[in-house]
């Protein structure tokens, strides 16, 4: 080969190798981006997936997944829909509200019904000032007349729509509920009202990281003994919001739940399903009170108990929901209170050593809990991101949307509540093997 043909060979040579390298090159740019668009079409795929899920649908598949049954609600995608009539009324069976008494004021309660106008809610306003109480709890529940009443007559420019439209969540604490659950329940040195976000460490503990807006804490020689309450607070009432709260509080509250009676050395089987762990969730003026409690061995159920409001009109007033008010803080306080009693009462046997030495029985077997309870079970990748999600969701909403339960999710699915129906038909075929908890509501 010439010297001349020898040169353009190796400058060919030298060409290709630049050209394959340059290749080279250019292909794994082009399988980078490929992968990233794979990536990115896999994350937008998963983000979908997760909002076509909706909030309802996720309250009631990981109330399943956690034993519990909401017996409150029945629309279409509950544990309750679809159910035959027997398994309804079972259920029903298993409600079992606690008692407490009615703390209004007769004599100025009856005066209410006589609001009409401005000029009548000043007369009231000004008998709740003569009146002069006898008990310490009419004390407490006059203040708070006092309270409402005031707001109606002095500013009632703060029930507007337009300025409810525009009050957060702190808002409605500071400028409505906040001084009337400290009047009620915080007038007691072993109950302390935690506010503003912040978590149990029971619930750290466990890896449940849920923030409450309101956590009522029993104390013992200002030891905390347990989360007696749990409180979540929204700006007004939506559907995402609702069930992302009231899942966050159920999940949260069964946690405490199983805490509490675990540390009951003593308690007997007939007593553990009366014990009830008390949640409270309030969206714009209005608050629903429900129980958390176990009516079977690894079986807990989620019941409303009463619903109430801060009344913003004459009306409302008028018609008593003022009083409701009342008889809803005074639930709360007796469920607390409660559990503080069981408590005490738990850590001490109650059985005769002398009748048992004379009777020659034997000594009673104690409570086995891990029988009766199961543990939380919760996704750590929804975590928390609710809140972010319904603010967002309720932008989309009415502004004066009210909350109805008989919603219009006929198509939701209601294979979350499967499991649920499964067990109630296993527990029906059997011969009343479950013991009917009592008494009826």
């Not at 609600?73 to 008494?101: C, F, M, W």
Request: aromatic letters at 6%.
């Amino acid at each position: 080969m010439s010297k001349r043909s020898r040169r353009i060979f190796e400058e060919l040579s030298s060409v290709t190798k630049d050209k394959l390298l340059l290749q080279a090159a250019v292909d794994r740019q082009t399988i980078r981006r490929l992968r990233n668009e794979a990536e990115g079409i896999e994350q937008s795929t998963t983000r979908k997936k997760k909002k076509t899920i909706s909030k309802k649908e996720t309250y009631f598949q990981n109330l399943a997944k956690n034993q519990v049954t909401d017996i409150s609600i029945s629309t279409p995608g509950s544990h309750i829909d679809g159910l035959a009539k027997v398994q309804v009324k079972r259920l029903h069976k298993k409600k079992n509200a606690p008692a407490y008494e009615n703390n209004n004021i007769k004599t100025l309660s009856i005066k209410f019904k006589r609001i009409v106008n401005s000029g009548n809610l000043k007369v009231v306003l000004n008998s709740c000032e003569n009146y002069k109480p006898s008990t310490s709890v009419e004390h407490v529940v006059n203040r708070i007349y006092l309270f409402v009443l005031r707001t109606h007559v002095e500013r009632p420019w703060m029930f507007s729509n337009e300025n409810l439209k525009r009050y957060s969540e702190f808002d409605l604490q500071v400028k409505f509920w906040g001084y009337i659950f400290e009047s009620y329940l915080g007038q007691c040195r072993h109950i302390i009202l935690h506010w503003g976000d912040t978590m149990s460490n029971t619930c750290k503990n466990m890896g449940l990281r849920f923030k409450l807006d309101l956590r009522v804490l029993i104390l013992r020689e200002d030891e905390m003994v347990v989360d007696g309450a749990t409180g979540e607070i929204a700006r007004k009432a939506t559907k995402a919001k609702l069930y992302a709260d009231r899942l966050k509080s159920v999940l949260t509250t069964k946690c405490h739940l199983n805490t509490f009676l675990e540390s009951l050395k003593y308690i007997s089987e007939e007593d553990i399903i009366n014990v009830h762990m008390p949640i409270v969730q309030v969206m714009g003026l209005e608050a629903k009170v429900s129980s958390l409690r176990l009516i079977e061995k690894k079986k807990y159920a989620m019941e409303d108990l009463h619903s109430f409001k801060f009344p913003r009109t004459s009306e409302q007033l008028k018609s008593g929901e003022l009083e409701s008010l009342i008889n809803g803080l005074t639930l709360i306080e007796e469920m607390v209170n409660s559990l503080e009693t069981k408590f005490n009462d738990g850590q001490t046997e109650n059985e005769s050593s002398m009748d048992r030495i004379l009777k020659e029985t034997k000594k009673k077997k104690e409570t086995i809990m891990k029988e009766w309870l199961s543990d939380v079970t919760w996704d750590s990748n929804d975590e928390e991101s609710d809140d972010e999600e319904s603010e967002e969701d309720s932008d989309e909403e009415s502004d004066n949307e009210e909350f109805e339960e008989d919603s219009d999710e006929g198509d939701e699915s209601d294979s979350d509540s499967q499991g649920v129906n499964d067990e109630i038909t296993n527990n029906d075929s059997d011969e009343e093997v479950v013991k009917e908890s009592s008494p009826e509501q």
